[in-house]
């Protein structure tokens, strides 16, 4: 059902977008129980994430903030502006923020991202291994991470490089999967202790 109000979404209306779909200036001030993101101008709830997932992340996360050089800036849950009609909020991104300003900034530019980092849950399969990587290599962004659970409740790390020509990415030629400790020079030389186990 969609609705030919073109106003700004309300936490009574989000559910019904106009016949083109929300804009990020429509419905960036809602004040939702749940985190979102916006795909092709529909709201999309993001689902609950485990201890697990926000360990590894946040593992991550802290991993790259120590390594980043001054050229870069890491933050995690930092909505990305891919265009006025997908907003995506990927767990963690290495961004260069030259010309941008820090107070101002609501969402990154898609083409200020360097890096990428997801952490696969079992609602966001497909996403995180299919639709936003193709997503990213087709705005060129030059590099893309999934971690994974396995099922031996051990972390891996894909590595992806994008490939410019045809816009996709391929696995890192030396390391294309880091188990038990990611060892990496792109986009700047970072070491990550991966060998924690859950469940066990």
Known sequence: MTTPQQGRATEDTWMFPP????????????????????VDGQIV????????????????????????????????????????????????????????????????PVNKLTLVVEVVSPGSRQDDRVRKPALFAAHKV?????????RDQRVAVHEYWLNADTLSYFPAPSHPVHHDKLITELPFPVEIDLAVRFGL
């Open 19 to 38: 016949a083109d779909g929300w804009t990020f200036d429509q419905v960036k001030d809602l004040e939702l129980p749940f985190d979102w993101e916006l």
């Open 142 to 150: 030059p590099y893309y991470w999934r971690a994974e659970l396995g």
């Open 45 to 108: 709830v993001r689902g609950q994430t485990k201890f697990w997932h926000n360990r590894v992340r946040d593992r991550l996360l802290i991993a790259l903030e120590a390594a980043r050089t001054e050229r870069y800036e890491v933050v995690t849950e930092q909505c990305v502006m891919v265009d006025d009609s997908n907003i995506s909020k990927p767990d963690v991104i290495v961004f260069e923020p030259h010309k941008l300003e820090p107070l101002q900034l609501e969402c990154v």
